[in-house]
């Protein structure tokens, strides 16, 4: 089965700063990768999506990067915000399993003011 | 357009004991799965349901089971509970079933055994 894994698993930025973090995932056959974010007491937000036919995918301060070949996928938030420190995951669609997600581990990101 | 909703948000049980969540998935949306999240495991996938079938299941036990009504809405069941069953169980709805489709999370029932 997939097998998707997350670093850091933390990152303390200043606010203002850029935020990255990475996940690695197993199966060739993955084509869909969304990120969400999970605030404390709140089920996870989905906040940006990629498929495999795309390499990059912005929305305002935040972008998705994939690479196929190398089956890597990134996070990047600009200008980051107090309000943006949460718990980032990712996950990866496996090919042949209909919704089923298989997350990353999770990355807790602070944003200092 | 309401979100997913579940219910219980908050539950305390005993080992032994069985417990059944409720999700209620956003209106219009057929596909619900279900999710285990804990420190140790992280987010596990449980099972999904379209069209009150079963589509796929995870690596859980057969304590765990689940159904999904005609009207979407989607229970999950617990048998004989376990310390270790204690965990945010989260359920997840879609318009569709099948790879690259969002899935939107409901804020998950807290579930705790002693």
């Known amino acids: 089965g997939e097998n998707v894994e997350q670093h850091p698993s933390t990152l303390s930025v200043q606010e203002g700063d850029s935020a990255v973090i990475k996940c690695t995932y197993s199966?060739?056959?993955?084509?869909?990768f969304p990120w969400y974010k999970q605030e404390l007491g709140k089920g996870p937000q989905l906040i940006i999506d990629?498929?495999?036919?795309?390499g990059e995918k912005k929305d305002q301060r935040i972008a998705v990067t994939l690479n196929k070949t190398a089956k890597h996928f990134s996070l990047h938030i600009t200008e980051t915000q107090p309000e943006d420190s949460a718990v980032y995951f990712c996950?990866?669609?496996?090919?042949?399993?209909?919704?089923?997600?298989?997350f990353g581990g999770g990355t807790r990101l602070m944003v200092k003011p | 357009k309401a979100g997913v909703t579940q219910t219980p948000r908050y539950l305390i049980k005993t080992r032994g004991q069985q417990v059944t969540l409720s999700c209620s998935p956003i209106?219009?949306?057929?596909?619900v799965s279900w999710y285990q999240q804990t420190p140790g495991q992280g987010l596990q996938f449980l099972f999904e349901?379209?069209?009150?079938?079963?589509?796929n299941k995870g690596n859980f036990p057969g304590r765990f089971s689940g159904r999904q009504f005609s009207n979407s809405r989607s229970e999950m069941n617990v048998s004989t509970l376990e310390l270790g069953d204690s965990a945010l169980y989260l359920c997840?709805?879609?318009?569709?079933?099948?790879?690259?489709?969002?899935?939107?999370f409901g804020p998950g029932t807290r579930l705790t055994v002693t």
């Open positions: 209106s219009g949306h057929r596909s």
């Open positions: 349901y379209f069209s009150e079938t079963q589509r």
């Open positions: 990629i498929r495999s036919n795309v």
């Open positions: 996950a990866a669609s496996e090919g042949d399993a209909g919704n089923m997600l298989t």
């Open positions: 997840a709805s879609s318009d569709r079933p099948g790879q690259g489709y969002e899935q939107y």
């Open positions: 199966d060739s056959a993955s084509n869909y």
